[in-house]
Structures are given as structure tokens and as C-alpha cells.
Nanobody, 118 residues
């Protein structure tokens, strides 16, 4: 059974940093592509960072240069380092996983709230 659980959210001031972590169990991480998403109430969920099984990384333009995704295969942790945070980064953040052969992400964490005040 695939399970993901985020942690590390919180409230910060603009310009500060946060690190989100996502512990995952129940599958071999090398088979899966993983990503971070965020959602604001009333808006569509936004994919912000992805890492495939070969380590190829992509970012949304909204976070490029400020956020860094990484995967610790030994401890089964997916991380998102967020720097230079802006009020518009306020959202619920989710980690997700899918078999790289699949189109959609099938496995999701419960989400963690990030609030950035100006």
C-alpha cells in the first residue's frame, strides 16, 4: 500500500524559507515519478516541481530559482526547499507519486499548509 505524508508547513514572513518533507512507503521509489503540488481554495491544483526516476527535475515558472526538489532514496523522503517565499506562495502543499508509465498521479499525501505574510 502506497502512503505519503507531508510535514514541515507553517507560517513565515515574506523572504523567509521553509523545507517540506514527504515520507513515502509501500513502493520502490525508482519505479515512480514524484512531485509537489499546491492548491489555494477556489483554484486548480498547480504542479510546481517534479522529479522522475532518473532524477530529471522540472519546475513551474512560478517557483523556478526559488524552490528545490530532492529525493533521499535511502530514507524514502521527498523534500521541497522553498526560499525567498512570497505571499502568493500561500497554499496547501501536497506530495504525489505515480508510476512513470502512468499519466496521472495516483497517490497523494494529506497536504500541509504554508502561509506567507507580507
Amino acid at each position: 500500500q502506497v502512503q505519503l505524508a507531508e510535514s514541515g508547513g507553517g507560517s513565515v514572513q515574506a523572504g523567509e524559507s521553509l523545507r517540506l518533507s514527504c515520507g513515502y512507503t509501500g513502493y520502490t521509489s525508482s519505479w515512480y515519478c514524484m512531485g509537489w503540488f499546491r492548491q489555494v481554495p477556489g483554484k486548480e491544483r498547480e504542479g510546481i516541481a517534479n522529479i522522475d526516476r532518473d532524477g530529471k527535475i522540472t519546475y513551474a515558472d512560478s517557483v523556478k530559482g526559488r524552490f528545490t526538489i530532492s529525493k533521499d532514496k535511502i530514507n524514502n523522503i521527498l523534500s521541497l526547499e522553498m526560499n525567498a517565499l512570497k505571499p502568493e506562495d500561500t497554499a496547501t502543499y501536497y506530495c504525489a507519486a505515480r508510476r512513470c508509465s502512468a499519466v496521472t498521479f495516483d497517490y497523494w499525501g494529506q497536504g500541509t499548509q504554508v502561509t506567507v505574510s507580507s
